[in-house]
């Protein structure tokens, strides 16, 4: 997919932000050690913002304490996966679809610049795909929480001016 156009997911922000409100198991297929990769610190995010978060990597075996599957198939949680997160090429999409397909779970999220026609097969699933799920999340809902707390401490009368500066910056 490299030189070829993605095309549009067909999500509205309503959407995104509907399944980033009620997800709250998120495998990640492809997360990396390494927080200074996306598919290191996108995990991290999550983590940090509530979500528990199901690390798959053949090559590792923890990551910041969390226990890493070798292969989605692994999974013996008995939590539902909500979202399966994939940090992997697009041309790896067909064999990520197979490694998936017997999983429960109600969202397979793509990430930016990764698409495969291979997962239309899952049309009984919500599919997203060519975004970041951590720049989504800040987008649509960081940035509300920024109001609210700006809010707040406009009602208080406190750091109003420095809230409001930084959230048109």
């Known amino acids: 997919?490299?030189?070829?156009?993605?095309?549009?997911?067909?999500?509205?922000?309503?959407?995104?932000?509907?399944?980033?409100?009620?997800?709250?198991?998120?495998?990640?297929?492809?997360?990396?050690?390494?927080?200074?990769?996306?598919?290191?610190?996108?995990?991290l995010y999550l983590m940090s913002k509530g979500y528990r978060v199901v690390p798959v990597n053949p090559f590792a075996s923890e990551i910041k304490g969390?226990?890493?599957?070798?292969?989605?198939?692994?999974?013996?949680?008995?939590?539902h996966i909500d979202v399966v997160d994939v940090f992997r090429p697009s041309h790896e999409i067909p064999s990520v679809v197979e490694s998936i397909k017997d999983l429960s779970f109600d969202v397979l999220w793509l990430?930016?610049?990764?698409?495969?026609?291979?997962?239309?097969?899952?049309?009984?699933?919500?599919?997203?795909?060519?975004?970041?799920?951590?720049?989504?999340?800040?987008?649509?809902?960081?940035?509300?929480?920024?109001m609210r707390l700006n809010a707040l401490a406009s009602c208080k009368g406190r750091f109003g001016g420095l809230l409001n500066s930084r959230l048109t910056h």
Do not use: F
């Open 66 to 79: 969390v226990r890493v599957l070798n292969r989605p198939s692994d999974y013996a949680g008995t939590e």
């Open 111 to 146: 990430q930016e610049g990764i698409y495969h026609p291979a997962v239309l097969q899952l049309n009984e699933k919500k599919l997203v795909w060519n975004r970041c799920m951590m720049k989504e999340h800040v987008r649509l809902i960081g940035r509300l929480l920024l």
């Open 1 to 43: 997919m490299s030189n070829e156009k993605i095309p549009w997911d067909g999500l509205s922000d309503e959407d995104v932000k509907g399944i980033l409100t009620r997800a709250r198991v998120i495998m990640v297929i492809g997360a990396s050690r390494d927080p200074r990769k996306p598919s290191g610190h996108v995990p």
